[in-house]
């Protein structure tokens, strides 16, 4: 019974985020000498103006922007290494970017509501874990999970393998839901979005359980204009955010398809849910 309910709860941990919140950190500039140290002191804190300014920077950006640089080619050739085209090593998914996107796609889904609060898991802790313990050695998923298969722990409930799975399956409901929302002419609701978006999504991979629970869940989201202005960074527009969603979609199919990719080589790709 208890493997049933934490198997239940992992599935339906699609609908809402880690509610961690991973925070990128952007390096901002930092004094150089004892000059520049007493103009600011004469100017009257000068240097506190530059690091407020350089957190207020950090604050305008939304989690599509943050998701979009964290998957900038240079960013994942400097976490997972490349070969000698200076391109990212293919078919090996990275761990700490794939981490710091989940984090933030999962917090865009926090913004349906709270009430999607009651369906959290936080599945991420074990990779995290794991991966902490020998960054080196976990760098990349593919080494996670292959360590789990010749354990013979991968199945299980709480293995590493299932949650970068959901945790996936969750990356492509989010994107599924952004395109339609980009692409909506203004007729559909926020619910009806959701609803068709988990249709073509992750519905297949859920048993009666999860899909009753998410039809609840889908009673109480909000209405598409409160969606829409929590997704807005600081300073943007919809017509900005339509374009950032395309980009967005554009530079993680390639990290996902890779993701599915390697769960079907170690035939964990049918894993489903009560």
């Known amino acids: 019974m208890v493997e049933r309910e934490k198997d239940e709860g992992e599935a339906i941990a699609l609908t809402a985020g880690s509610g961690g919140g991973g925070q990128l950190q952007r390096e901002g500039p930092v004094p150089g000498t004892a000059e520049g140290e007493r103009d600011g002191e004469e100017r009257g804190g000068g240097d506190e103006g530059e690091e407020e300014k350089d957190r207020g920077d950090v604050e305008e950006w939304s989690e599509i922007r943050l998701a979009i640089a964290e998957l900038s080619p240079a960013q994942l050739i400097k976490h997972c290494g490349g070969g000698g085209d200076g391109k990212p090593a293919a078919g090996a998914p990275p761990t700490l970017p794939f981490l710091a996107l989940s984090h933030l796609l999962l917090r865009v889904l926090d913004k349906i509501g709270p009430t999607m609060a009651v369906l959290r898991l936080d599945v991420q802790r074990n990779i995290e874990g794991l991966y902490l313990s020998d960054p080196a050695k976990y760098s990349t998923l593919t080494e996670i999970v292959e360590e789990e298969v010749k354990e013979g722990t991968a199945r299980k409930v709480d293995s590493c393998a299932r949650a970068v ?98 769960m079907a080589k170690f035939r964990l790709d049918r894993l489903k849910s009560t």
């Not at 527009?237 to 990719?261: F, T």
């Open 165 to 262: 799975l959901w945790l996936a399956r969750s990356m492509d409901f989010t994107i599924v839901l952004l395109q339609s929302l980009e692409e909506d002419t203004g007729q559909q609701s926020l619910a009806q979005l959701v609803e068709a978006a988990y249709e073509v999504s992750l519905k297949p991979c859920h048993g009666w359980i999860s899909s009753a629970a998410c039809k609840i869940a889908l009673k109480l989201i909000p209405e598409k204009k409160i969606f829409t202005s929590l997704l807005l960074g600081m300073g943007q527009d919809c017509s900005v955010l339509k374009d950032e969603i395309e980009k967005l979609a554009l530079l993680l199919q390639p990290l996902l398809e890779d993701i599915h990719s390697m």
